[in-house]
């Protein structure tokens, strides 16, 4: 059964489980402090908040989440399933949007999909069937994974800012591609969604630096 981090003391405990784990994490660690748990709502309306924020500005992801969100209230599979593209697109969805969204509402319609058990699943398992669904891509599938579900494995290799963390913490001499972080994250198992938000935080901890260093 999969770890989760439901609360933040779900999240303090595997942080401190990591560090015992790897010594190399502790001086990030120190760094950084404990990471804040971040959540987002977990099924259908989890998912479409991702894929409507895939390649545009937050901004931008927010204004059209904001109109599509309060278009479909409440927000659920059937609604958006039937609702005409012409009227989606007008909410600032793009054609490949509206076709994930109503594949994806079709799936979870026909109960071929079923996001909530993806929770209870091995972290890779769950990756794949979300990446073998149109439209989900690997970066996706993990924040849906990591964010949504709480799933304690999920590992975002795809995502530039851990790969960069990544890159410094480890000493390394590139940043390493979602291939590479594969095996660099295989001694954080089964609590790879922890050390994710670390790297994420030891992230923030080095655009600081730049910023402080810039002026």
């Known amino acids: 059964m999969p770890i989760h981090l439901e609360t ?5 405990d595997a942080v401190h489980a990591l560090i015992k ?7 990030i660690f120190a760094l950084t402090g404990m990471p804040a748990l971040r959540r987002r709502e977990p099924g259908f309306a989890g998912l ?17 989440w904001g109109r599509v969100s309060a278009a479909f209230d409440p927000f659920d599979h059937d609604r958006l399933r039937k609702a005409r593209a012409d009227r989606l697109g007008r909410l600032g969805l793009s054609a490949a949007k509206i076709k994930t969204l109503k594949n994806l509402a079709r799936e979870i319609a026909a109960e071929r999909l079923n996001l ?38 999920a590992w975002p290799a795809g995502d530039l800012a851990v790969q960069e963390a990544v890159k410094v913490g480890l000493g390394l001499k590139t940043r390493p591609t979602p291939k590479q972080m594969a095996p660099l994250a295989e001694p954080w198992r089964p609590l790879r969604g922890a050390a994710a938000h670390l790297w994420w935080s030891y992230y923030r901890v080095l655009k600081k630096r730049e910023g402080v260093i810039g002026k």
């Open 21 to 27: 784990l790897d010594p190399r994490l502790q001086p």
């Open 116 to 153: 909530d058990m993806l929770a209870n699943e091995d972290a890779d398992a769950a990756h794949n069937t979300l990446t073998a669904l149109h439209g989900i891509g690997p970066w996706t599938a993990d924040v849906y994974l990591l964010f949504c579900l709480g799933h304690g494995d």
């Open 48 to 64: 479409a908040h991702i894929v409507c924020g895939q390649q545009v500005s937050t901004a931008s992801a927010a204004a059209i």
């Open 8 to 12: 933040q003391s779900d999240l303090e």
